[in-house]
C-alpha cells in the first residue's frame, strides 16, 4: 500500500493521489512500500506566533484571549501572560463596585459628590495605562508581575 507524498492519504497504485491530486512518481508495481508519514502536527496550536506576540495578545480582549491562550498554549511565558490578563481584568470588576459604592455614599454630600465624577475617569485612565503597559511588557518580552495580580498567578501556575 503506497500513500500520498504530500498529504499521506492512500494512493494505492494511482499515479496521482485521489485526495490532493499530487503526482505519485513511478509507481514500483504492487510491491511499492514508499509508505510516508503525513506531516507532524504542530507542537503546539501558536506554534506559528513568537512568544512575545502572543504574551501581547492575551491581553489585547481582556480575559477571553487570556483564556484562549492560557488554554492552548503551553509556553510558560504566554501561561503566565494570559493568566494575568485574566486575574487583571477579573481584579478590576470588584474595584470598580466599590468606587461605585462609595460614589453613592459621597454623592449626597453636595461638594464631596463632584469628586466622585473626577475618580471615574482618573481610575478608568488608570486600569487603560496599566493595560497598555502590560501589552508593551509582554511584548518586550519581559515576564512582568502586576502587584499582588501577578504574584498569585505565578503560585498557581507552578503548582
Not at 449626597?108 to 482618573?122: A, R
Not at 503597559?133 to 507552578?158: C, Q, R, T
Request: hydrophobic share 55%.
Amino acid at each position: 500500500m503506497a500513500f500520498c507524498k504530500a498529504c499521506g492519504q492512500d494512493a494505492g497504485d494511482a499515479s496521482f493521489c485521489p485526495k490532493c491530486g499530487a503526482a505519485q512518481g513511478a509507481s514500483l508495481g504492487g510491491a511499492q512500500s514508499a509508505a510516508v508519514a503525513a506531516p507532524a502536527a504542530a507542537e503546539y496550536p501558536t506554534a506559528g506566533l513568537e512568544e512575545n506576540v502572543a504574551g501581547l495578545l492575551c491581553y489585547l480582549v481582556g480575559w477571553i484571549t487570556g483564556l484562549i491562550f492560557l488554554l492552548i498554549d503551553k509556553r510558560p511565558f504566554v501561561r503566565f501572560h494570559g493568566a494575568q490578563s485574566i486575574a487583571f481584568n477579573i481584579a478590576i470588576f470588584p474595584i470598580s463596585i466599590a468606587l461605585w459604592i462609595v460614589w453613592l455614599i459621597i454623592s449626597h454630600i453636595p461638594i464631596v459628590g463632584l469628586i466622585g465624577l473626577i475618580i471615574f475617569p482618573i481610575f478608568w485612565l488608570a486600569v487603560f495605562v496599566a493595560w497598555i503597559f502590560v501589552m508593551y511588557k509582554a511584548f518586550s518580552h519581559e515576564k512582568f508581575k502586576l502587584p499582588i495580580i501577578g504574584d498569585m498567578v505565578e503560585k498557581m501556575l507552578n503548582k
